[in-house]
């Protein structure tokens, strides 16, 4: 219940503090089912003072604003003369944090304008498997009267749907384990989290009471689960000498690492987050246990390190660090402080000044916007950003430290020792390295101003600097293709970028569909020398390719609101429009998100179009993309889909899902994204391809088994979904394309689509592969969501990275001469047995694209996969026809109206006699050509959606050549018995769920 009647009750547990009601007045709520807890009397949070509020968020003007931000009217706004936070109102949210009552937006108080939130979320999580679920969240303080200002949060026991360790080191990382406690066993514990903000503190105060009302004890290890939002996390402990997070490494002790608190540098913002001891609620943990992937981190209070959580494993421990036990019918608490700055130096400065360490003010000057390191020894400490005046301030223990400046562009400055004396304030001047500006210009064939992309090359091969160079001053994605530099023109056709001081050659371009500048490329690029002064390019672009009727999509790709994305969704919007993708789908991981506002913003509206969707996004059965979405604003995450079937019920299974999808967005597609490889569908369900029937047991996935389940099919999975990602990233996985033509084959027609999947800025970059549709127009004002959806259903789709293909079939004569209509891509063509068939590939591309292959598919056995057991196998036998090519011999042709632009253009054409109802499908590829850089680093590649054969009369694709009954065996998967695993397999089970989050 949200806004509870209060009733008057003795307020002898808060003597200390105003019992007001929320949003004001006399009186405290109703303690209810919350655990009770005298605050005032621990002596835990600072009593004296004024200014801290509490209130109940009632308008938009309440919000604290900011890339991530994602209070809501309704949440609570906890705030003093320093800082603001805001409390999540109850309520469930697909993700890491399934329940709400946690911090979801923090920030310094900045005096007006809009804030600079870039925290994700944060909330407990206990047992492995459990957490608290949020039923309340009250206002026990407003702060109206002084002293702190007081939020509780109460919650009951619940399973966590979507996250249980032990099943998933078993089930996904192949690592037969068992905990010490059961993650699925209930426990009759109440929490209640009480977030105390006192006047002029820098940091929330978080107590958590557990109140144990059974008869056993309740043992609980805690773990602080925290979407952070920004990526550049800083660990205090031994693991920690720079930015972001370690990679699983057996040979160190860092794979789980140490860690006495962590930070998260954001936007001019900075977050910490440190636990007290559970014997000593006074003194800070020396080393908890952390470990993280991307944005999401999980630090085990007490754990210690790889070693503490592999006694969990072990029954026969002497000791588990983290234990965390609560008598039957008592209480126990635990408390942490959560510390905001305007960056980790003052983060840092936070923690000590509570600890009463000594503390000088340190005053930095160094280059507008620059960031500083402190070194203590060779050590990082802490982190400075400077202001838009070069100034930066913090607070330092008594000591000698070493100062540098970076910004990204520059070089890293010379370093700079100070010495800080107790009582006195110190000052430092810290010089920025060098840089130069290259001024980049943008314009088309006739003049006007269009996006593109600007890779930088370093002049003669690798650069001699890189991401560790700047690793301890900012946590950079550095670009792909071994490139110095990538950065992306606006609608405005003009941008700056900012470089060492060198020689670089500059590459331009805007997607498959535009040339590329210089016409050089890829013999040279534009070389630009930047050793002693500023530079400039200006490039000219022009479109080589015709794609009337088809609209580009990249339909798998990330930015903020994934908790696994650090990427701002309008720099995912930029990356789109400098690639030339024609429309931009968002696809967070349980978020919904709308582009449609940052595509406005940045003036590109009349140039990409926009749809909304969501990766619907299991930890142990696969991830599932639907577009096209509407975003409901008044619920968690923009309304995202629960898979998890809601609190306390079974995870829906497949056929549950796609049906649960299409009822609530009726014109939705379903996407099977990645479905092999640790993080696939068709592997963790264990699905036979040519039957559809899966093998894996619901109880590993906390499923419901399906009545209609039989010994050989466990109903798991089904045929709801409409398409199939045969690429994740530029090239196809030769292992989903087996899946994709077996469905096929036995007449599962769905179309098979390309994608980028991309996390990252510049690494990744999002559009390769792509899928193109059918959809009537290339005309973004003319383009709906519902043309691109029907597109997908009508499997009227082709895929590339770069060769702009057209598929067609058209019967022929008795004397070989074309007769009747031309079939596209997703047609069936009717012709009797006997009858021949022309199929043509049609091939368009830059200049300077190799291509040595164009292949015709159509059924073949052995492409069939069972017991979820993938097939790689890629055999030339196959492939039913194939034509080799000569890429030097390839002709060019020059683009009408495009001034002296030439493209590559080739056409190869294939025979077949029909000998009943099948499928075809054209593809052209590089097997041994250069590669496609700057779009992307892999070679080229295209493949067309089938276009069906009726064979029999029927009118229809119907008498499929994939039969049922045929013979189909492999070794079922058994699991073994239960270990406890030593250092070296823990770290693999890690590193294989990493690599399971690689892939979604």
Not at 779 to 784: C, I, L, M
């Amino acid at each position: 219940m949200q806004h509870r009647a209060l009733t008057v009750i003795v307020c002898s547990s808060f003597f200390l503090f105003a019992c007001p009601k929320p949003g004001g007045g006399s009186g405290v709520p109703d303690a209810g089912n919350r655990c009770q807890v005298d605050l005032a009397g621990t002596g835990y949070f600072k009593q004296d003072g004024s200014g801290s509020s509490a209130a109940f968020i009632t308008s938009a003007e309440q919000l604290i604003g900011g890339e991530n931000a994602q209070g809501r009217t309704g949440d609570v706004l906890l705030q003093n003369d320093k800082v603001r936070v805001i409390i999540e109102q109850p309520g469930r949210s697909v993700g890491p944090l399934l329940s709400g009552g946690g911090i979801i937006d923090a920030d310094l108080q900045r005096g007006g304008g809009e804030g600079r939130d870039s925290f994700g979320r944060m909330g407990l999580f206990y047992a492995f498997g459990r957490l608290p679920s949020v039923k309340e969240v009250e206002v026990i303080n407003d702060g109206s009267t002084g002293g702190p200002a007081i939020v509780a949060a109460t919650g009951v026991d619940v399973p966590h749907d979507l996250l249980n360790i032990e099943s998933l080191i078993q089930n996904v990382a192949g690592l037969n384990v068992k905990f010490v406690v059961d993650p699925t066993k209930p426990l009759p514990v109440r929490t209640t989290t009480y977030y105390v903000l006192s006047p002029g503190e820098s940091r929330v105060r978080m107590l958590s009471a557990f109140c144990n009302d059974g008869d056993a004890p309740a043992l609980m290890p805690l773990i602080e689960l925290l979407d952070v939002g920004a990526f550049e996390i800083f660990n205090s402990g031994p693991c920690g000498n720079g930015l972001g997070l370690p990679k699983p490494d057996v040979s160190n002790n860092c794979t789980i690492a140490p860690s006495k608190w962590f930070g998260v540098q954001g936007d001019n913002v900075a977050y910490g987050l440190r636990s007290m001891s559970f014997s000593d609620l006074n003194t800070p943990v020396e080393a908890n246990a952390v470990l993280g992937y991307g944005g999401v981190l999980g630090t085990m209070v007490e754990g210690e390190s790889l070693d503490g959580l592999l006694s969990w494993t072990n029954a026969d421990a002497r000791s588990r660090p983290g234990t965390f036990n609560v008598r039957a019918k008592e209480q126990r608490l635990y408390l942490r402080d959560f510390a905001i700055g305007r960056d980790l130096a003052g983060v840092d400065a936070v923690f000590k000044e509570i600890d009463g360490t000594p503390l000088s003010t340190v005053n930095v000057t160094t280059s507008p916007d620059a960031r500083v390191t402190v070194l203590q020894g060779a050590r990082m400490i802490g982190l400075l950003e400077a202001d838009a005046s070069g100034q930066a301030t913090t607070k330092l223990a008594a000591g000698t430290y070493t100062l540098s400046a970076a910004k990204q562009g520059h070089l890293v400055g010379a370093p700079v020792q100070l010495n800080v004396t107790a009582g006195a304030d110190a000052a430092a001047t810290v010089t920025l390295g060098e840089g130069r500006t290259l001024n980049v210009s943008v314009r088309d064939v006739g003049g006007a101003r269009i996006p593109a992309k600007v890779t930088v090359f370093c002049a003669g091969g690798a650069c001699p600097f890189n991401a560790d160079t700047y690793k301890q001053h900012v946590l950079l994605d550095y670009p792909a293709l071994g490139s110095a530099a990538i950065a992306y023109v606006p609608v405005s056709g003009d941008t700056t970028l900012t470089l060492p001081p060198g020689e670089y050659d500059v590459v331009v371009s805007r997607g498959p569909e535009y040339s590329t500048w210089p016409d050089t490329w890829p013999a040279s690029g534009h070389r630009v020398d930047l050793r002693t002064a500023d530079g400039s390019v200006n490039a000219t672009l022009g479109r080589i390719v015709d794609t009337t009727g088809w609209m580009s999509a990249d339909l798998h790709v990330h930015a903020y609101f994934s908790s696994d994305s650090a990427v701002g969704n309008w720099l995912r919007a930029a990356n789109f429009l400098a690639e030339g993708v024609d429309v931009l789908l968002s696809t967070d991981h349980e978020y919904i998100f709308d582009y449609a506002p940052v595509v406005r913003e940045l003036g590109a509206q009349d140039v990409i179009a926009t749809m909304v969707g969501e990766e619907v996004t299991s930890f142990t059965h696969g991830h599932f993309n639907a577009f096209p979405l509407t975003r409901d604003d008044s619920v968690p995450n923009g309304g995202a889909f629960d898979h998890a079937g809601g609190e306390d019920a079974p995870t829906l299974r497949m056929p549950q899902v796609f049906a649960g999808i299409k009822e609530k967005w009726p014109a939705a597609t379903v996407q099977l994204n990645h479905p092999r490889s640790s993080g696939g569908s068709l592997t963790l369900l264990k699905v036979d391809t040519a039957t559809l029937a899966s093998k894996g047991n619901p109880a590993d996935y906390n499923m419901a088994a399906d009545p209609a389940a039989t010994a050989n099919d466990t109903k798991l999975f089904g045929d709801g979904f409409d398409l199939v990602e045969v690429a994740n990233g530029p090239t196809a996985s030769w292992s989903v394309m087996n899946d994709w033509m077996t469905f096929l084959s036995r007449g599962t027609v769905r179309a098979s689509s390309g994608v980028s999947d991309s996390h990252s800025s510049f690494s990744d970059t999002g559009g390769y592969a792509r899928t193109w549709a059918k959809v009537g127009t290339d005309a973004v004002g003319s383009f709906t969501p519902q043309a691109f959806s029907d597109a997908v259903k009508a499997q009227k789709l082709f895929v590339s990275n770069g060769p702009i293909l057209s598929f067609t079939a058209q019967k022929l004569d008795a004397q070989g001469n074309p007769t009747g209509p031309v079939f596209d891509i997703g047609g069936t063509l009717s012709a009797a047995n006997g009858e021949k068939v022309r199929f043509t590939v049609d091939v368009q591309g830059l200049e300077w694209m190799q291509l040595d292959r164009v292949e015709l598919y159509s059924h073949a056995p052995g492409r069939e996969a069972v017991n979820g057991i993938e097939n790689a196998e890629w055999p030339e036998g196959r492939i039913l026809q194939k034509k080799d090519l000569d890429p030097s011999a390839v002709t060019l042709e020059p683009v009408a109206g495009a001034g002296n632009l030439r493209r590559v253009h080739l056409t190869e054409t294939f025979e077949v006699t029909v000998t009943g109802d099948t499928w075809f499908v054209g593809m052209a590829r590089s097997l041994n050509g250069r590669s496609m850089s700057p779009l992307h680093g892999s070679k080229a590649m295209a493949w067309s959606n089938a276009i069906l054969i009726d064979g029999d009369g029927s009118g229809k694709y119907d008498d499929f050549p994939l039969k049922p009954g045929q013979p189909l065996s492999a070794p079922a998967k058994v699991k073994g018995p239960f270990i406890v695993p030593t250092r070296e397999q823990l770290v693999q089970a890690i590193a294989d769920l990493i690599l399971h989050g690689d892939e979604h």
